[in-house]
């Protein structure tokens, strides 16, 4: 491999090894990498071996570091990344365009969605590849632009884009599931390698005493004999001062035997510091502010130290190797370095330049604020409400963990004990965007230990009880929500009560409280809403009273599809209510008015919700390519956006899809996964989806006992997989398995049963179901013919079963002459939709009827992966590779690379022939 460039590398060759290898990729690829490990093991110095053997390549090396020693600003470490990007984002698509100007504060418009700008930054690295990004202190940025880079990490694979961050042990945050490379401290062998290569004329005992105290830490080995013996160092040979202690005095020991008892960063932190000693006044100040700047500009700095300072003032900060400086620009040697500057100043000091700062960034509203913040120690009401403005800028830019910690500044600086509360209750409350509970009970606290006015008690209880809609506490307390909620609706704020009451709903629909509660948050949300195709009444409806409330939600649905053409928020709730009513045709229409608009907006979070009720529609109407993709884009949203309980779902339903397609290995291996995440916290629409899915794939190949058994559990109120409103659309399931394994009577009681729900309610997927089942359960042939006489044409597959189970019937009369028909028809159709086991259930009995059935030639979508279908279906649409990648959130990049995979697979050279490929058949 040969040497590495650096003498530092010394004992990393593995490690330099993956990092050019990563960096070997481009351009053909890229790929990201976390480098992790405690201070001084050499994260540092593997990035910038990154940055050289980047420039070897041609790549354009994009920088930003985490500053600890100042609070973040929204999107900082973004700005300080994509400066060198500045003047091409003009080219890119306007929305994009959009957001990077807002995200970067060059216009007051509102950040759209983060996700928008994490696209946008993607496809504006992309245009600028082959890139390297190297984030030092990583740990240390501001949280929106860590998403960011979270973001891009996940999609930087098949791109020229290299993402290398360093992030210290012990900080979790966004980048937790990129690929990590762990640095372990030197090998005693390695570690007297480098102390010797870089200190040759060491003492034996002075080597022997670093050798130990470094304990195998590449910085220690090269800065603690500078403390210990006042060794020259470095290429210039320079004498350095002694290593001494803050405040030195004739009883204070030796700088390392003072130190021994500390943790090794804060040993390596005092070498630094020590080098400051001696260091003249100017260059202290200097120091000092470039420490507590969030930038790294040098002009900056020089401004903020007022007249008479000048870039000589810091050189002899260089001389001793604390900084480096150039184009403009000022970085530390090594993040210990910043801190050390910070830990050595005296408070005082410290708010002098905060101030000074502030002075010089009247420019900048946000970080002008924060440095007038630290600045000042009691309540300053001005300060504070400066603080306040600087919240709600960055809460308008997308930056919510910025503006949580602006308000609840502002709340400590706030000069009455009303004004703090206010400011706490709204860190509070945008918190809770963030699902960090432990900061939302800290902010309630606090708030709670004042005298609050009886709003602020009422936000105080509306901020508690939210938690993204309830999904992740799935015991929740449902009765006292409605208590709430009516006691909020008398303060005179209907729409928090509707909030407050459709979250309610959605836990009733997690779970199973019971008829009483259920019926108790229906009648509280119509006496809120007297109008009865009001789309969040019809959505709560939906959750908690789908049957009792069934013909209220049909006769109000086409209304309220009508008033939310164009809104993707009211198309997703009354696309709910429709779903619930068992309306998946309509209820599809409005999930995918829903799902372009979340998709435009940038809100992955609901997106994920949509995409996932859109698979469960497209598996009613038996449409597999939505089913399939739908489920893919569900699954890989929620787990980015941190839903676990909409991830479970999602795959739960591709343990459906593969159930159709006949796939029954992994239908089980799916579901086994998903039942063991989802059975100890009880999330019952899932461990329904499971037996539905056993229940399927058995059916498909007639097992029919064992289909039974599934389904059963299903209709079975003390079971976990009951479900009292999924349970109406497998009734025909689960009266097939019951009639053709023997058990009658259960089929007959499990039917009665489902009668009287359809008594009560007019759902068009429970009537298509028990119209089956009465096929099923008759002796004659009219209910046959009655159930093929209704219009089935949205729903393909019932109308398949119904032409199956009519053949076979026929039949089993000795009729098979007139089954062939129907049994050819049920085949076809079977084909055609992708359900395999159906399909060879229909040539079997053709078989038998006397006929010989051909063979089946593979579809498309069994064919390609999730997302090259997806991708597939988009572009024979004939959408760009650039709105593709808009739409899923990739770079155009990706889509091309994507296509060129796809071309072969169906036998096709271009875009053109994508849509014959995909809607007939592959030989």
């Excluded at 729903?795 to 199956?804: E, G, I, K």
Aim: proline share 6%.
């Amino acid at each position: 491999m040969g040497a590495p460039h650096d003498p530092e590398l010394v004992g990393r060759q593995d490690e330099r090894q993956v990092v050019a290898e990563l960096v070997g990729r481009l351009p053909g690829g890229g790929g990201a990498l976390v480098v992790r490990g405690e201070p001084g093991l050499g994260k540092s110095t593997l990035l910038a071996e990154a940055v050289r053997l980047a420039g070897d390549a041609g790549a354009r090396v994009l920088r930003t570091t985490g500053v600890e020693a100042v609070a973040p600003v929204a999107f900082g470490g973004l700005e300080q990344l994509l400066r060198p990007l500045r003047d091409r984002i003009g080219v890119l698509a306007p929305p994009e365009r959009s957001a990077v100007h807002s995200a970067l504060g060059q216009t007051d418009a509102p950040v759209p969605e983060l996700f928008l700008v994490a696209l946008a930054t993607l496809n504006l690295v992309a245009d600028a590849a082959p890139a390297v990004m190297v984030v030092e202190d990583a740990q240390w940025l501001d949280r929106e632009s860590a998403d960011v880079l979270a973001f891009l990490a996940r999609r930087v694979e098949l791109e020229p884009i290299v993402l290398l961050a360093a992030v210290r042990d012990g900080y979790p945050g966004p980048l937790d599931d990129v690929r990590a490379l762990e640095l372990p401290p030197l090998s005693g062998a390695d570690a007297a390698a480098l102390l010797d290569a870089r200190f040759p004329a060491l003492p034996a005992s002075a080597r022997q005493r670093v050798l130990d105290e470094s304990a195998g830490n590449p910085l220690a080995l090269v800065e603690l004999p500078v403390a210990l013996t006042q060794l020259p160092v470095g290429p210039a040979r320079l004498t350095l001062p002694p290593a001494a202690a803050p405040s030195p005095g004739p009883t204070t020991p030796a700088p390392m035997a003072a130190a021994n008892w500390l943790r090794l960063p804060e040993r390596l932190e005092r070498a630094f510091g020590a080098r400051t000693t001696g260091l003249p006044p100017a260059t202290l100040t200097l120091l000092l502010l470039a420490a507590l700047n969030a930038s790294d500009s040098l002009a900056e700095v020089l401004a903020a130290g007022g007249p008479g300072h000048t870039v000589d003032d810091l050189v002899p900060a260089v001389r001793v190797g604390l900084i480096e400086f150039g184009d403009g620009r000022l970085r530390f040697r090594h993040p210990l370095v910043r801190s050390a500057v910070v830990q050595r100043a005296t408070a005082g000091q410290r708010h002098e330049a905060h101030a000074a700062l502030a002075r010089v960034l009247d420019g900048d509203i946000e970080r002008r604020a924060w440095h007038r913040g630290a600045s000042v120690v009691g309540p300053d009401e001005d300060v504070a409400a400066e603080l306040d403005a600087a919240g709600e800028r960055a809460r308008r830019r997308g930056g919510v963990e910025t503006a949580v910690q602006a308000y609840e500044r502002a709340a400590r600086l706030s000069a009455t004990a009303s004004r703090r509360a206010d400011r706490l209750l709204r860190a509070a409350d945008l918190a809770t965007e963030l699902g960090r509970r432990e900061d939302v009970a800290r902010l309630l606290g606090q708030a709670g230990a004042l005298e609050l006015s009886d709003a602020q008690r009422t936000l105080a209880a509306w901020i508690a009880d939210a938690d993204d809609d309830g999904i992740h506490d799935l015991v929740a307390n449902v009765r006292r929500q409605a208590d709430f909620a009516e006691r909020v609706a008398a303060d005179g704020d209907v729409d928090l009560a509707m909030k407050i009451l459709y979250r309610a709903a959605i836990r009733c629909f997690f779970t199973e409280p019971g008829d009483d509660v259920r019926e108790r948050l229906a009648a509280t949300a119509e006496r809120l809403s007297p109008d009865p195709a009001d789309g969040r009444l019809l959505a709560i409806l939906g959750h908690v009273a789908p049957i009792e409330r069934g013909r209220v939600i049909h006769d109000n649905l086409a209304r309220a599809a009508e008033r939310a053409e164009g809104d993707p928020d009211a198309a997703r709730l009354v696309g709910n209510a429709a779903i619930a009513l068992g309306a998946f045709d309509v209820g599809s229409a409005m999930q995918a008015t829903a799902i372009a608009g979340l998709r435009a907006q940038g809100r992955l979070a609901l997106l994920a919700r949509a995409t996932s009720i859109q698979a469960w529609c497209a598996l009613q109407l038996m449409d597999l390519g939505v089913a399939i993709t739908s489920a893919q884009e569900a699954v890989r949203l929620s787990t980015e956006t941190a839903q676990p309980a909409i991830a479970l779902l999602a795959r739960s339903r591709e343990s459906l899809i593969a159930a159709m397609r006949g796939d029954h290995e992994a239908c089980e291996q799916i579901a086994v996964e998903v039942e063991r995440r989802a059975l100890p916290a009880g999330v019952r629409p899932v461990l329904t989806m499971v037996q539905l899915a056993r229940g399927a794939s058995a059916l498909g190949v007639g097992r029919y006992s064992d289909a039974f058994e599934h389904l059963r559990r299903v209709h079975d109120p003390a079971d976990p997989a009951y479900h009292h409103l999924n349970r109406c659309f497998s009734v025909g399931d689960v009266v097939e398995a019951a009639v053709r394994s023997g058990h009658y009577d259960e089929a007959r009681a499990l039917l009665d049963d489902l009668e009287r729900v359809g008594s009560r309610t007019p759902s068009p997927a429970l009537h298509i179901n028990l119209r089956y089942a009465r096929a099923l359960m008759a002796a004659e042939e009219e209910p046959f013919l009655t159930a093929l006489r209704a219009d089935l044409a949205r729903w393909p597959f019932a109308r398949a079963r119904l032409l199956l189970a009519y053949g076979e019937w026929l039949r089993r009369q000795r009729r098979p002459a007139e089954a062939r028909a129907h049994l050819r028809a049920a085949r076809e159709a079977f084909d055609a939709l992708g359900a395999l086991a159906w399909g060879d259930r229909a040539r079997a009995e053709l078989r038998a009827s006397g006929e010989t059935s051909r063979g089946r030639v593979a579809r498309a979508s069994e064919l390609l992966t999730p997302q090259e279908l997806q991708i597939a279906q988009m572009a024979a649409e004939g959408l760009t590779n650039r709105e593709i990648g808009q739409k899923l959130y990739l770079s155009h990049r990706t889509i091309s690379t994507h296509l060129h995979r796809i071309y072969p697979k169906l036998g096709v050279t271009s875009r053109g022939g994508l849509f014959a490929a995909l809607h007939g058949t592959v030989r």
